[in-house]
């Protein structure tokens, strides 16, 4: 079956340092999600990408689709202690929006 | 947080035993899901449903079961609960907002077997 890895597994980077997270699939994604979660919470959406190539930002983070829809990535640019959690990329497939996720990258920020 | 409780937030069950997770949402959502959260895993999903009665199996169903009666409630149960069904489990609703069709998710029920 479909593998989605990210990589780095962890990231402890000092505050206002820039953090990036890569997401690779073993098949051709559909559509990507993003989502974070914060230590002990449950996952919350970031943002979808749905086209080849595509670049979206929210403020200080931006993602990215590759041109050939098997990889992507998050980058946050001047990291806050707020940023901490565990990133996770998904791959939504199907009527059924079922998802697919990544490995997920955890994220610890230092003042 | 999409109106979505799950009960119990915490169990611990003896190997062997039946076990039932529940998650119920107030915004009448069709589509429903079970995912399990272990390290170096990420989330992997069990079982859905688009509806009542309506239900299929994920990438790691063995050993569960689901049931839908109600379009507010989702059922998730371990027939006979191992040790390595200790987990995290996260129910999901799909949403149909501007969004489009991301995923909320619930609290989250940390189940122990012992």
């Known amino acids: 079956g479909q593998q989605v890895m990210q990589i780095p597994q962890y990231q402890h980077v000092q505050e206002g340092e820039d953090f990036t997270t890569y997401c690779n699939s073993s098949?051709?994604?559909?559509?990507i999600q993003w989502y974070k979660q914060r230590p002990g919470g449950h996952p919350v959406f970031l943002i979808q990408?749905?086209?080849?190539?595509e670049v979206k930002k929210q403020k200080r983070l931006t993602f990215q689709f590759g041109e050939a829809k098997k990889n992507s990535s998050l980058h946050i640019t001047a990291t806050q202690t707020t940023d901490v959690g565990t990133y996770f990329c998904?791959?939504?497939?199907?009527?059924?929006?079922?998802?697919?996720f990544g490995t997920g990258t955890r994220l610890q920020v230092t003042l | 947080d999409a109106g979505i409780t799950q009960s119990p937030r915490h169990k611990v069950t003896e190997t062997g035993t039946p076990v039932t997770l529940r998650c119920h949402q107030t915004?009448?959502?069709?589509?429903m899901y079970w995912y399990r959260q272990d390290p170096g895993h990420g989330l992997r999903l069990i079982h859905y449903?688009?509806?009542?009665?309506?239900?299929d199996k994920g990438e790691v169903s063995d050993g569960y079961s689901v049931s839908r009666s109600k379009t507010e409630d989702f059922l998730l149960t371990l027939e006979s609960a191992t040790s390595s069904q200790t987990s995290v489990y996260f129910c999901?609703?799909?949403?149909?907002?501007?969004?489009?069709?991301?995923?909320?998710f619930g609290q989250g029920t940390r189940l122990t077997v012992v």
């Open positions: 999901a609703i799909r949403g149909s907002g501007q969004g489009g069709t991301e995923a909320f």
């Open positions: 098949t051709t994604l559909s559509n």
């Open positions: 990408l749905v086209k080849s190539g």
């Open positions: 998904a791959d939504q497939t199907g009527t059924a929006s079922k998802l697919t």
């Open positions: 915004e009448n959502h069709r589509y």
């Open positions: 449903s688009y509806g009542v009665k309506d239900t």
